[in-house]
Nanobody, 118 residues
């Protein structure tokens, strides 16, 4: 069992930055691919980025060059640094954990709201 707790969301002006954090507990962090998804009102949930235990990353085209995912295996924490935020980045952001070798997400966090508005 893995528990995921996100933090760092909030209200920011366009062009601003936020860093999301997700602390994982309850299992062996290094066995999981960690990720961030988001869901905007009226839209489907979408992958933002994910990162493997060794640091390999996959980032959505819509945020590539603006968002950076990273992880600290010693702290069981994954981060999402978001720069040059746009109003269309407004969404609930969810932290995820997927066991290596599995296709489905095993665990979801409760979500944190990010609002980009002037």
């Amino acid at each position: 069992q893995v528990q995921l707790v996100e933090s760092g969301g909030g209200l920011v002006q366009p062009g601003g930055s936020l860093r999301l954090s997700c602390a994982a507990s309850g299992s062996i962090f290094r066995l999981y691919v960690m990720g961030w998804y988001r869901q905007a009102p009226g839209k489907q949930r979408e992958l933002v980025a994910n990162i493997g235990p060794g640091g390999s990353t996959n980032t959505a085209d819509s945020v590539n060059g603006r968002f950076t995912i990273s992880r600290d295996n010693a702290k069981n924490t994954v981060y999402l640094q978001m720069n040059s935020l746009k109003p269309e980045d407004t969404a609930v952001y969810y932290c995820t954990a997927r066991r290596i070798g599995r296709g489905d997400i095993d665990y979801w966090g409760q979500g944190t709201q990010v609002t980009v508005s002037s």
